[in-house]
């Protein structure tokens, strides 16, 4: 078994994370474990010698907390890095009563898996001292600079993943068990860590059904009756995995037309590399024989495009007689439409084009498994692989 094949991979978010850490006395870099936080901060920080860096996950940096005021005073003239900041979620009031005493720039970096206490107190506690820098998993858009082969790599990124763990390595059996090695401490770390009680086994049912139910409506009430447990429960699960970063709940679009729409949300596993390993597809090729192959395209296209523009609104358009465009970015007074076909010679439906003229998006795509020439469609939508798509998008950033 070998090791990774690649050295550091230059992240999107960088640039916004040295910017924050220019204007605002608090950066926290939010997103899940092993997503390449503590990377990418080293990276930042390598060549500043006024850091203190304390990893929460070793009690001899928590030895150090102890008196954390008397600490942080210590090294008041320093940029204090905190990993793992949601072991010690009573530090947001402290850091508070610090930036408030002393607003400088850059006092503090700190870095947590997108726990409840991390999100909800440093938005209470840190409200205007602190900005938050949401960091996923490899983008394709981060990791394609540096293929040699695209059509492979591209391939390979869908089919594993974006941690860095499951796409760097050389051996895919060793890429299949470091994901399955990450659901097991997610479950038996990772939820408790976070104040959850949840029996594993009963989360693990959960997060798997979710698997079969990627890119369709959520239905919580035929889960809750597989699971014997309330809606309300239901989607107490589910606003567990949304707030750590392993599900994406989109929206419907809400639009004003004489059109019965959906209002259910569709639910997507966030990495495909996990979708893959919950539902036990062991091999790429089995996956192309699986029912999921065209939701799991969906999913990884609008993970893409989503972390291309990430403040911009996602939302489906999706009308009860099955009328629909699988993502919809809106901002300001701009509309951009995207379907996802999993074929190289995409069908559209037969109200697509009556759809794109009651929605009329500025740009529209159909985005492809391709690596070769786009095309236009008679309708004017944009028949594209992803690696296209994403540049043409740079226009919108």
């Known amino acids: 078994m070998t090791s990774k094949t690649q050295g550091y991979i230059a992240r999107a978010k960088a640039e916004e994370i040295s910017k924050s850490l220019e204007f605002n006395p608090v950066t926290a870099i939010v997103g899940p474990r092993q997503c390449g936080k503590s990377t990418l901060a080293r ?22 907390l102890d008196d954390a005021e008397f600490f942080l005073n210590q090294h008041a003239g320093q940029l204090v890095c905190i990993d793992e900041v949601q072991e010690k979620p009573d530090l947001f009031p402290l850091l508070r009563a610090l930036v408030d005493r002393d607003r400088r720039p850059g006092r503090f970096l700190v870095l947590g898996s997108a726990g409840r206490d991390l999100l909800r107190q440093g938005g209470q506690t840190l409200a205007g001292r602190i ?21 492979n790599a591209f391939l390979r990124h869908w089919w594993r993943g974006g941690f860095p763990d499951s796409f760097l390595v050389d051996d895919e059996d060793a890429s299949s068990v470091w994901r399955q090695d990450l659901i097991q401490d997610y479950l038996y770390r990772d939820i408790p860590n976070f104040g959850y009680t949840i029996p594993v086994a009963t989360m693990r049912r959960f997060w798997t059904m979710l698997a079969h139910y990627h890119g369709g409506l959520f239905n919580a009430s035929k889960i809750g009756q597989a699971l014997d447990a309330s809606n309300n429960t239901i989607r107490k699960y589910l606003d567990i995995l949304e707030q750590t970063f392993m599900v994406r709940v989109l929206r419907p679009l809400e639009v004003n037309v004489r059109k019965r729409l959906v209002k259910s949300p569709k639910v997507y596993l966030r990495d495909s590399g996990l979708l893959h390993a919950l539902l036990e597809i062991e091999t790429s090729t089995a996956l192309h024989g699986n029912p999921v192959y065209g939701a799991s395209w969906e999913g990884w296209c609008i993970e893409q495009i989503c972390g291309a523009l990430p403040t911009w609104r996602a939302a ?13 970015l809106e901002r300001g007074g701009t509309r951009l439409a995207f379907e996802c076909k999993a074929s190289m010679s995409p069908h559209l439906s037969r109200g697509f084009p009556a759809t794109l003229e009651l929605l009329a998006p500025e740009r529209t795509w159909v985005i492809c498994p391709m690596t070769g020439p786009s095309y236009t469609h008679r309708t004017g939508a944009r028949i594209t692989g992803m690696s296209e798509c994403l540049r043409e998008l740079s226009a919108y950033t």
């Open 316 to 328: 489906f358009y999706r009308t009860s007689s099955g009328e629909e465009i699988d993502l919809v």
């Open 43 to 64: 990276h930042l920080l390598a060549n500043r010698t006024d850091v203190v860096n304390l990893d929460l996950n070793l009690p001899s940096d928590i030895r150090k």
């Open 131 to 151: 900005h938050h820098v949401e960091l996923t998993p490899f983008l394709w858009s981060e990791v394609e600079p540096t293929s040699t082969s695209k059509e």
